[in-house]
Each structure stands twice: as structure tokens, then as C-alpha cells.
């Protein structure tokens, strides 16, 4: 049996052209049948360690007391003991006294606030709570009033993320189409790489349901996958287009199509290949919020390997000429068939002075970097959001400010067998003194308990404001000293401090343990994967060390930028002083894995025209020049499409669209454009080395099959 190839698999499908649509088509639609018959099992909580093993507690023994919904009312000239002010209140007591609730009082240490809180202990339906509150604010004008809570506040943030997704989601693929106008200057020509991209999106987020049974995903997951799963979709069509529009000078068309399959069918195998494996390393932590993102973008990066691989020589081949249709008059266009004179130009000059280059290059990306070495990471509060556009969380930082015992709480879960249960009881109590007595946290500090009381939650408003360091450090105090100095010495007790704080503490703690290993893990994959696609010992080694100086320029341009107050009213956020826990890692792999198409597709015409015969110095002024119009293309999607990320309202997902975009475009300038010529011309003959014990490896076929036969028939049956 003749071996599977993507050459091969290529001609297949520009011979029967209708058949490899249709069986692509046919295969999308399974993907979406199959994800709507499973459903996509959503992630309810993505807790780790301790905090994980103190929400199951909870779970399993029902542990978690009823909501609550409040108003609150301030006013800045009046005090709580006046006439009006106190109208107010009863006004809001009675008007909640009238759903069945049950609201109590307190008043702000300054006098001028009052929250009325009511526990949500029964059926009622959000929207009424919300409706009575606002009808109340409008009979005192002299009072402010506001309604906010635990479940109003998640509905507000939830519907605020969800917005802000949802626009980005729609708004990405005008840009790409947009970009890619502009790149090709014709609309046939732009469709194409859209189209694959949307159906490889498709395909993956079908496959996303049976996988979500063994990796539940968040919803912003989804979000994930559609941009990453367009964005090589993407990229991967555009080495095809070009390649087949550069072939056809001189060529006929089906001759210049089957050389662009050749050539660029493995460049995306291992471009895919790469992604696939950088993606796989989130796999690495162990957290499951990783693990349901990891499994959708492996799943979405193979769906556009496979459609660019089958459908796409099919739909080229088709269209032929015609893929020129609908030239937009005027419209520059950044891919020429004559290649990229702007970059050929600089090409050209790097080489000439390839060390100077090299110096330049590399002395600003490790100039970004510098402050990368300062990077503080955690989870942002509830001030992360953009919370003047949203009354409800703006009413929730007010209320946390002028009332301490309204932070988040850190819940001590203790499980113990039935003789220690009067010991757990007593010590509870004692562990609640201690945490009042040290400042650790504000009273109230409430104690529930199983009928049985072989289970029971305290619950400890902690010092601080949930989010900051003084919240952090007291959920430290409470595990290290005081757990163990009183329930954590009950026989057989089994005890867990959990809450918010807590789990936001143990997730940045196990990414920031992880990230070695995950580096380490991509890193290697990736080595073995080049190794074996170039044939050259150098080659990976330097595609590694590039990668991290574009991640590294990343992660320090995130600090410049999120550590500080000067860029708040460019981009409309709070600077918290952090960057959000899992934002490192995640861009490590994403940035790794997309970077490397770049590389890929820039060293496959590199190590093309070497194996020809040419020179490395002629070969890279050669393929800088007819590679810089596809790289710079692509990277203008991924920016463009990336930047809308810096307009939502959410900090972590403002952070991860600055940083991929940053990234993005100093890998596609300053790494692809300078630094990669000026070190490849710097090493020359070099670049290609590969020990005699490895020579194995000369046996494999090259990542490029330009010059590879045509096949026969027989070989075409088998």
C-alpha cells in the first residue's frame, strides 16, 4: 500500500474535484450533527487543590448557604438617621417584605451608606427583586439607590463577557475579509481562505460536544477556538492561494496547482503539527477550565490541516483564473505575484550587515522583555471589569467599600467522622475567635452544619477586598497557622480553606509551578518536529530560541502596559497592578503554536531553494522577498482580529488581545523580517547541519516536494 501523503492526498483531490468537496462538506456536517446530539457539557467550576477538595464538601453535604440580594442606598450630604434617609430604608424593607423576603439592615461605619439585604431562601424570580428596587430609587430622589447581589452580580458580569464575546465574535470575520481585500485585491481570491476557515471552525466546534463529555469547556472557550481555528484556517489557505497564483507564471494551470500542493501540503502538516503540539501543552497543568480549551483547539487546528490538505486543491482547481474574479480597482494589494518589494528591499539590507541586524533586532526584543522579569500575576477583582457601564457591579464595589464584612468570604470546609463531632463544633468556634481576633477577617463569620454535624462550612469575610494582597495573605494565615493549630487537630478531620480568593490562590500557584514543565513540554515536541521536517540540527534550535524572544517581547510589553496607570484612558481599564493568573501560559502556547506557521512557511522556501542548489544568502533574499506579502497578510488578520480583544470590557480578555496582537506583530516584523535573514546569513552553511549520528534522518522526505515526480497511475490506484 502506497504511503498517505499530503501531496498525494492533494492530487486526489484536484482529480476529483467535486467528490473532495462533497466529502468535506459531508464531514462538517457529521461534526455539527454529532456536537448537537451530545450538547456541550459546560464547566461548572475550574477550581484546583485545596479549594477544589473544599467545594466538593460543600457539594456532596450541601454546604452552600442562599444568596443574597441587596439594596443600597448613599447619600452623600444626608446620614442614615435622617427623616428621608430612614423613609428610604423602610420604604425598600417593606417593598421586599412584600416578595416574601425576609431584609435586614446594616449601616456604614461613615453613616452615609445603608444596605438592606435579603436572603434568597426561596423561589423568586430575579427580575422582580430588580423591578421592586427600582421602582423604590424613584420615589427618593434625595437618597441613591441601587440594587445589586450575588446573582445579579454574576448575571451583570456574565452578560457583560458574553456581549463582549459575541461582538468580537461577529466583528472578526469583516476584518479578516476586510484584510484579506486588501491583501489580495480581489473578492473571489479573499473568499477562499474565509470560507475554509469557517468550516474548519464549524467542524471543530462539532467536535467539540463528544469531546466536552471528557474536557467540559467554559463558554468563553468557545471563543477561543473560533479565533484560533480561523485565524490557521486562515493562514493555511493563504500558502495555498499564493503558492498556486506564483506557480501559474509560465505554468498551466493544473501543472502550477499540483506544484503548490506538493510544496505547501507538508509546510501546513507541519505548521498543524506544531500548533496541535504547542496547544497540548496546556494538558501539562492539570486544570480543567486548560484541558476543555486545549482539547477544542487541537480539534479545530486539525479540522483546517484536513479541509487545506482536500477540499482546498479541489476548490483551486475549480476556480482556476477565475480566483482573479472581482478585482477591486484601487485596492493596493499586499500579496503580488511578483513578490514583496518592500521586504525584499529590506531583505537585501539585513544581509548586507547581517550582525548589525542580528544586534538591532534581538537588543529590542530583549529590551521588551526586560520587564517581563517583573510580572505579577493574579485573578482580577470585580473592578477588572469596566464596571461604570454596568450599575449593578458598580453598585457591588461601592457596597464593598463602605462595608469591609461584605468581601469575599474564605470558607473553611470541615468533614469529620461522628465521634469528633463535638470536637469539630468547638474548635470551629475557637478557629472564628482566633481569624476575628488576628484581622484576618470581619464579622459576621457564620457557622453551618449538616443535621448531623459531620460537615460544616465557616464562613470568614476576609480582610481586603477579595482580590488584593491583604486577602491573599490572610487565606495563607488560615491554612498554614490557624487551621492547623484548631480543626485541622480533630481526629480524622478533613479540612479545606476554599472560597474565591482561595481558588484564584491555588490556580495561580499550580500555573506558575506548571509553566516550566509546559515550556519544557513544547519545546521538545516541537524540536523533534523540526528536526525532522528540515533535516537540520540548527534550524529548531534557532525557530526555539526566536519563538521565546517574540513571547518573552510579549509578556513585557503585557507589563509595561497592565502594571501600570499610563495606558488607562487609551484602552479604558483599572490598572490593578497584575496580569491575570492563567494569561502566561496561555499565550506561551498560542503565540508558540502561530507563530511557527511563520516560521515554517518562511523556512520551507528557504530549505526549497537550497535543496535546488541555491546559495543561503540568494535563497533567503529570495524567499523573504515571496514569503513577506502571505506573512504579512496573515499577521494583519491575527492583529486586526486580536485588537478587538483590547476594546472589551473584561480585563484578562483586554490583556490577552494586547498581548497576542503585540506578539503577533513583532514576530511577523521584527523576528520573521529581520532577525531570522541576519542569523541564517550570519550562520550560513550551518543552518543546515545535522550530526553524523543523526544522518537517519536524511532517509525522511523534505518538508518541500518541489521537485518531486509526478505520480502514475498505478501508483495514483494504489
Given at each position: 500500500m502506497a ?25 462538517v ?9 451530545t ?23 450541601d ?8 439594596a ?10 435622617a427623616p ?5 430604608i423602610?420604604d ?9 423576603l ?40 434625595g ?6 447581589g ?20 461577529l466583528?472578526?470575520?469583516?476584518v ?9 485585491g ?17 467542524a471543530?466546534?462539532g ?29 493555511y ?17 493544473s ?16 505548521s ?10 496546556m ?14 483547539t ?42 514583496g ?27 521588551l ?46 468533614h469529620?467522622?461522628a ?23 470581619h ?27 491583604a ?21 480524622g478531620a ?18 506558575r509551578?506548571s ?29 526555539v ?10 509578556y ?48 520551507s ?47 484578562d ?55 518531486a ?10
Amino acid at each position: 500500500m502506497a504511503r498517505v501523503s499530503p501531496a498525494r492526498v492533494g492530487r486526489w483531490s484536484i482529480r476529483r474535484p467535486w467528490l473532495a468537496i462533497g466529502a468535506w462538506l459531508g464531514f462538517v456536517a457529521v461534526c455539527v450533527a454529532v456536537g448537537a446530539l451530545t450538547g456541550t457539557k459546560t464547566l461548572s467550576n475550574g477550581a484546583v487543590g485545596e479549594s477544589a477538595r473544599g467545594y466538593a464538601v460543600m457539594d456532596a453535604n450541601d454546604l452552600w448557604g442562599p444568596s443574597r440580594e441587596l439594596a443600597y442606598l448613599h447619600s452623600r450630604s444626608l446620614r442614615v438617621e435622617a427623616p428621608a434617609f430612614g423613609a428610604a430604608i423602610r420604604d425598600v424593607r417593606r417593598r421586599l417584605a412584600a416578595l416574601g423576603l425576609a431584609p435586614t439592615t446594616t449601616t456604614s461605619a461613615d453613616g452615609h451608606s445603608a444596605i438592606v439585604v435579603a436572603a434568597i431562601d426561596r423561589p423568586v424570580a430575579l427580575g422582580r427583586i430588580q423591578a421592586t428596587i427600582a421602582r423604590a430609587a424613584l420615589s427618593h430622589a434625595g437618597v441613591e439607590i441601587a440594587e445589586t447581589g450575588d446573582l445579579s452580580a454574576d448575571q451583570a458580569r456574565q452578560d457583560l463577557v458574553d456581549r463582549d464575546l459575541h461582538r468580537a465574535e461577529l466583528l472578526a470575520i469583516p476584518v479578516t475579509l476586510f484584510v484579506l481585500l486588501v491583501a489580495f485585491g480581489s473578492i473571489v481570491a479573499a473568499l477562499v481562505p474565509v470560507l475554509l476557515g469557517l468550516t474548519a471552525v464549524a467542524a471543530g466546534l462539532g467536535l467539540l460536544g463528544p469531546l466536552s463529555q471528557a474536557f467540559p469547556v467554559q463558554d468563553s472557550a468557545k471563543t477561543v477556538i473560533l479565533l484560533i481555528g480561523l485565524a490557521v484556517g486562515v493562514d493555511y489557505a493563504l500558502f495555498y492561494v499564493v503558492r498556486s497564483r506564483e506557480e501559474r507564471r509560465g505554468r498551466p494551470p493544473s501543472e502550477a496547482l499540483e506544484l503548490a500542493v506538493r510544496t505547501s501540503g507538508r509546510t501546513v502538516v507541519v505548521s498543524g503539527t506544531t500548533v496541535a503540539l504547542a496547544m497540548a501543552g496546556m494538558f501539562v497543568v492539570g486544570a480543567k477550565v486548560l484541558n476543555g480549551i486545549a482539547a477544542g483547539t487541537i480539534a479545530v487546528v486539525a479540522c483546517a490541516v484536513a479541509g487545506s490538505v482536500t477540499v482546498l486543491p479541489a476548490v483551486l482547481e475549480l476556480l482556476g483564473p477565475r480566483i482573479e474574479r472581482g478585482r477591486i480597482p484601487f485596492l493596493p494589494a499586499i500579496v503580488r505575484p511578483d513578490g514583496g518589494r518592500v521586504w525584499s528591499a529590506v531583505a537585501t539590507r539585513v544581509l548586507r550587515r547581517p550582525l548589525l541586524a542580528t544586534c538591532l533586532s534581538a537588543g529590542l526584543l530583549l529590551a521588551l522583555a526586560v520587564p517581563a522579569l517583573s510580572l505579577h500575576i493574579a485573578k482580577p477583582s470585580d473592578l477588572a471589569l469596566t464596571s461604570q457601564n454596568a450599575p449593578t457591579l458598580r453598585a457591588l464595589a461601592d457596597v464593598r467599600r463602605a462595608f469591609p464584612e461584605s468581601s469575599e468570604p474564605a470558607l473553611v470546609t470541615v468533614h469529620v467522622p461522628a465521634s469528633s463531632r463535638a470536637a469539630a463544633t468547638t474548635q470551629l468556634r475557637r478557629l472564628r475567635s482566633l481569624a476575628l481576633r488576628a484581622g484576618l477577617a470581619h464579622p459576621p463569620a457564620a457557622i453551618r452544619a449538616t443535621a448531623d454535624r459531620t460537615a460544616a462550612v465557616l464562613e470568614l469575610p476576609l480582610a481586603g477586598n477579595g482580590a488584593n494582597h491583604a486577602s491573599r495573605d490572610a487565606v495563607d494565615a488560615l491554612r498554614r497557622t490557624l487551621v492547623p493549630e484548631t480543626v485541622g487537630r480533630v481526629p480524622g478531620a478533613q479540612v479545606a480553606v476554599t472560597g474565591q480568593t482561595a481558588e484564584d490562590l491555588d490556580f495561580t500557584r499550580q500555573i506558575r509551578s506548571s509553566l516550566p514543565f509546559v515550556i519544557g513540554f513544547v519545546l521538545s515536541l516541537a524540536f523533534c518536529v523540526l528536526l525532522v521536517a528540515f533535516r537540520s540540527l540548527v534550524v529548531p534550535v534557532k525557530a526555539v530560541v526566536l519563538n521565546l524572544l517574540s513571547v518573552g517581547a510579549a509578556y513585557g510589553v503585557l507589563a509595561l502596559v497592565f502594571e501600570h496607570h499610563w495606558a488607562e484612558p487609551l484602552l479604558g481599564f483599572r490598572s490593578n497592578g497584575t496580569i491575570v493568573a492563567w494569561l502566561p501560559l496561555f499565550l506561551f502556547v498560542v503565540l508558540f503554536g502561530l507563530s511557527m506557521d511563520y516560521h515554517v512557511f518562511v523556512l520551507s522556501r528557504v530549505r526549497e531553494a537550497v535543496d535546488a542548489g541555491r546559495s543561503t544568502p540568494d535563497a533567503l533574499r529570495d524567499s523573504i522577498g515571496a514569503t513577506a506579502g502571505v506573512v504579512t497578510a496573515a499577521a494583519l488578520v491575527m492583529v486586526c482580529v486580536f485588537s478587538l480583544f483590547g476594546t472589551l470590557s473584561s480585563l484578562d480578555l483586554k490583556q490577552a488581545g494586547v498581548g497576542l496582537a503585540v506578539a503577533i506583530l513583532l514576530d511577523a516584523t521584527v523576528v520573521r523580517g529581520v532577525l531570522l535573514p541576519a542569523s541564517m546569513a550570519l550562520l550560513g552553511e550551518w543552518n543546515w547541519y545535522l550530526p553524523r549520528s543523526h544522518h537517519g534522518l536524511r532517509v525522511r522526505p523534505t518538508v518541500v516536494e518541489r521537485h518531486a515526480a509526478p505520480l502514475t497511475q498505478r501508483e495514483e490506484l494504489e
